[in-house]
């Protein structure tokens, strides 16, 4: 009896071991895969400390590990509201997807990166991030490279349009007096189309201001009902195949940037005018949402499908379909329109199914006494 038991408890030891070296292994791999990833990674506690880092980490910001373990990690961001922010919301449990951060490098020069991060948590406690940095510099300065080529090309070219513009506009005053009619048409549409292109330089222009964070905005308290009626009556100057119909209770008053908030709505309507049909109705409103207002612009156009609303608002995404291959443009009207309404905090949205028209739609925040 007592032999049995002895040879079961060898075994049980045997056991043991053999399953002791396979988690030892296992520990082993999985020590060197986080410790030697080419992905850099680091865990910072609820105090804000680096508390670990891998050697790709390390190696791409080129400190020590005594240098940059047991350090702040806000020591090593360039914008502080950024890491104040990523904490913030690491604290809240959320979970963090390529959230855009600047890091300072021991040379002084700084990394791009995308963050992906959360907590592990143990017992509701707090104990360390799971932080993943991709390094995406080489994107960041390729797009600043194209961001400034657009923005020189589009002021050379704004100076001259501008002048053919101011040309065309006197010879169309003199035809007028004239009585030609064959040469004031032909005038009329030189004007309209110098119009549109000085339109999409000036979009370029302010997409180039937004990527390079030199937009600033003018907030101001003024009147909607009569920005919007100012805008409606400029287009129909140019635009007489449509009818637009303003919805609105009166006197609106809101806090925005009231140049930014025109350019939205002049590329709001504009886009409803170029995919809806002639003689058809387009409808622009503003009404009370509580504190806020809300601005919608409704057509009876062509409509846009699912997949195609999940990207409408991206840089330079048109969508492509038999009803719109005629269409012109180069997909920065609503982009511009989304980044503008960024800037107020406010969100542009779609409605729309194929063959049923469209409906865009955002608030801004009442006007009041004060702000």
Not at 352 to 368: A, C, D, E, H, K
Request: hydrophobic fraction near 35%; aromatic fraction near 8%; charged fraction near 25%.
């Amino acid at each position: 009896m007592n032999q049995e038991l002895t040879q079961e408890t060898q075994q049980t030891i045997a056991n043991y071991e053999a399953r002791i070296r396979d988690l030892t292994l296992q520990n082993e791999e999985l020590t060197d895969f986080i410790e030697n990833a080419a992905l850099p990674l680091h865990w910072v506690n609820a105090d804000g400390i680096i508390t670990w880092a891998n050697q790709a980490e390390l190696s791409a910001l080129g400190y020590e590990r005594e240098e940059y373990i047991g350090q702040p990690i806000s020591n090593f961001h360039a914008d502080k509201n950024t890491i104040d922010d990523i904490l913030a919301r690491l604290k809240n449990n959320e979970t963090l997807h390529n959230y855009r951060a600047d890091l300072k490098c021991k040379d002084g020069t700084l990394k791009h990166v995308l963050i992906s991060s959360n907590v592990f948590r143990k017992e509701e406690k707090f104990i360390h991030t799971r932080c993943f940095t991709r390094d995406i510099t080489p994107l960041v300065l390729e797009e600043q490279r194209k961001n400034d080529f657009v923005s020189m090309v589009s002021h050379e070219l704004k100076t001259p349009l501008t002048t053919i513009l101011s040309y065309v506009q006197v010879m169309l005053h003199k035809s007028r007096k004239s009585e030609d009619n064959f040469i004031t048409q032909a005038l009329i549409r030189t004007e309209k189309q110098a119009k549109s292109m000085t339109r999409l330089i000036n979009d370029f222009l302010n997409i180039s201001r937004l990527e390079q964070s030199a937009i600033e905005l003018n907030i101001e308290k003024f009147e909607l009902h009569l920005l919007v009626q100012e805008v409606i009556q400029e287009i129909q100057l140019n635009s007489h195949a449509h009818n637009i119909e303003f919805v609105h209770a009166g006197a609106t008053l809101v806090w925005a940037d009231r140049a930014k908030i025109a350019q939205v709505m002049i590329n709001l309507i504009s886009n409803a005018i170029k995919y809806a049909p002639e003689g058809s109705t387009i409808i622009v409103g503003c009404e009370p949402d509580g504190s806020q207002v809300k601005i919608y612009v409704r057509d009876q156009g062509i409509g846009i499908n699912e997949t195609d609303q999940k990207r409408l608002f991206e840089r330079f995404y048109r969508v492509q379909n038999e009803a719109t291959k005629h269409s012109t443009g180069f997909g920065i009207g609503l982009y511009l329109v989304s980044e503008i309404l960024r800037y107020h905090g406010a969100v542009i949205k779609v409605e729309s199914s194929v063959g049923q028209g469209s409906l865009f739609y955002f608030t801004l925040p009442q006007g009041g006494d004060s702000r």
